[in-house]
């Protein structure tokens, strides 16, 4: 069973930038698709992006094209979220996401991060 971990989050202002990780224990790390989610106070959990296991293909939100970049790095067991031009609406709190040979679709990851909370003031 993987386990994920979360960092990086914090406060930024509007139009500023930051950029969370998520470290994985699990040594097969490359045979994993990872994704992102966000959820808002009060808010169901939504997708931001994905990335397939051979890192071959993303998935983005629509409402984070062109701000937000995924990237994995399978020699440090982990996956970063670049998120550019932050708005206040990005506030959540962020997951991380494993499926054993996912193709980084919306749905179906089986393991999860604790969060990691993102609070961008305006």
């Known amino acids: 069973q993987v386990q994920l971990v979360e960092s990086g989050g914090g406060l930024v202002q509007a139009g500023g930038s930051l950029r969370l990780s998520c470290a994985a224990s699990?040594?097969?790390?490359?045979?994993?698709?990872l994704g992102w989610f966000r959820q808002a106070p009060g808010k169901e959990r939504e997708f931001v992006v994905a990335i397939s296991w051979s890192g071959s293909s993303t998935n983005y939100a629509d409402s984070v094209k062109g701000r937000f970049t995924i990237s994995r790095e399978n020699a440090k067991n982990t996956v970063y979220l670049q998120m550019n031009s932050l708005k206040p609406e990005d506030t959540a709190v962020y997951y991380c996401a494993a499926e054993l040979w996912g193709l980084g679709k919306q749905n179906g990851y089986r393991y999860w991060g604790q969060g990691t909370q993102v609070t961008v003031s305006s």
């Open positions: 699990d040594r097969t790390f490359s045979s994993y698709a």
